[in-house]
């Protein structure tokens, strides 16, 4: 059973330290999405790349995260430098093409100290 | 502005009785409805989802009612059962080639054994 693998599943580190995290999408999708899941604002999109290219990544702060998808078989999201208002779950899905819903991995649970 | 709007927030729901969670939508670019299950510690997991020329979609307990004019559309589970006490989130995708995934607020679901 094909599924999104994100690595790591949690991760505790302290203010101003960088963070990546990295996500391995089904084999065959070309769109990868990165969701931020809190408890006040839901599920937020970050970033989304079709065929690697990235296609809108207007929901990230620019100013301290980045996504990129260096080939087919990996994405990643770093924070850097990271602050405790980044604590929460980052998800990532990734979908067969763009008009079909979306497979979610189980997520990185984020701690910023 | 929130896009996708469901109801209700949480839901209690006797064992063998019916669930039913309400999404309303504005944008008529939505042109695809999925609903997903979470389970705690896991990712979103794609339920079912139909496309707004159908009316009605049944997956085993699962039904998908679609209103068009109303843009309107609910999630019925019948005969729910205590294995069904997850959180679910109504969303949509927008037409055209982007894959956006739009989520509504979410619903917690407790099924009383």
């Known amino acids: 059973d094909a599924r999104v693998t994100q690595t790591p599943r949690h991760k505790v580190t302290e203010m101003g330290q960088e963070v990546t995290m990295r996500c391995q999408p089904i084999?065959?999708?070309?769109?990868v999405f990165w969701y931020r899941q809190t408890m006040m604002q839901g599920l937020e999109l970050l970033a989304y790349?079709?065929?690697?290219?990235?296609?809108?990544d207007s929901g990230m702060p620019k100013d301290r995260f980045s996504a990129e998808m260096p080939d087919a078989t990996l994405a990643t999201l770093k924070i850097q430098p990271s602050e405790p208002r980044d604590s929460a779950v980052y998800f990532c899905?990734?979908?067969?093409?763009?008009?079909?819903?979306?497979?979610f991995g189980d997520g990185t649970r984020l701690s910023i100290l | 502005q929130q896009q996708v709007k469901q109801s209700p927030q949480s839901l209690i729901v006797q064992k063998g009785g019916i669930s039913i969670i309400n999404c309303a939508y504005e944008n008529t670019a939505f042109d695809y409805f999925p609903w997903y299950q979470q389970f705690p510690g896991k990712g979103p997991a794609l339920l079912i989802a139909i496309r707004p020329d159908v009316s009605e979609k049944k997956e085993g307990r699962f039904t998908i009612s679609f209103n068009k004019s109303a843009k309107q559309f609910s999630l019925h589970i019948m005969d729910s059962q205590p294995g069904d006490s997850a959180t679910y989130f109504c969303a949509a995708i927008y037409s055209g080639n982007t894959g956006k995934l739009i989520f509504g607020q979410g619903t917690t679901l407790q099924v009383k054994p």
């Open positions: 899905a990734s979908g067969p093409n763009s008009n079909q819903p979306q497979h």
């Open positions: 084999l065959g999708h070309n769109t």
């Open positions: 790349f079709r065929n690697r290219a990235p296609l809108d």
